[in-house]
């Protein structure tokens, strides 16, 4: 296919959180495989998690297939920006000092 992407309609576990804990939104397509350059498009997803959240679920996704060419290049891509990992530093939580903090009256 050139210029035009396969659509595949599809459904997606969703893993959303933000806590002292973790931070991160997952979406894990069902029963398909996923290669590079390939890209999913959630539509009934959460569009924002509070602080001290932790959303799951089920979603519909559609999946935009990349085209050969496309994949090619993505693959070649990858090779230098995983440097960028590189550059993430971790620290232990109890470094932070976070403390409660209260909402209202």
Known sequence: MIGTKQRIDLRCQIDFEQTPQSLH???????????????????????????????????TATLLRAGRL???????????????????GFQPLEDFNIAPTHTGV
């Open 70 to 88: 496309e994949r090619a290049w993505m693959q070649f891509r990858s090779l230098f920006e995983i440097g960028e990992l590189y550059e993430v």
């Open 25 to 59: 939104a997952h979406a894990i397509p069902q029963d398909i495989e996923i290669w590079p350059g390939d890209e999913i498009l959630l539509h009934d997803a959460p569009e924002m998690v509070g602080f001290g959240e932790r959303l799951t679920g089920e979603c």
